[in-house]
């Protein structure tokens, strides 16, 4: 299931379980990935400045990430192997894994 960019993520979590559930009775897991803030061409206008700085933004959303860095694109991958792997992800089904370096955890103390 792909996420829509214009869609509420926490509908778009709802929408994962109630699919989970459903499929896994013919044997389908679904499980989906949460990214966090990785800096790509779509956003890198709102996270760094023309000279290659930080944004505001950027710094409030580093402030709120443990590990204080944006995230690869190609960190998400591990994530993903795993999940398609049988052997290591057979009774894995209808989670959600935040690949944010901690921003989900952060409760701001």
Avoid at 23 to 42: D, E, M, Y
């Amino acid at each position: 299931m792909f996420n829509n960019l214009g869609t509420d993520s926490g509908s778009d979590t709802m929408n994962d379980f109630e699919v989970a559930v459903h499929f896994s009775k013919i044997g389908i897991r679904v499980n989906a990935i949460a990214p966090g803030f990785l800096v790509t061409a779509q956003n890198a206008a709102l996270l760094k400045n023309p000279d290659g700085t930080l944004t505001d933004r950027s710094h409030k959303i580093l402030n709120s990430t443990p590990m204080g860095r944006f995230g690869e694109p190609e960190e998400l991958i591990g994530a993903l192997l795993f999940l398609v792997n049988e052997d290591a992800s057979s009774f894995i089904n209808g989670v959600v894994f935040p690949i944010d370096g901690g921003f989900l955890a952060y409760l701001g103390v």
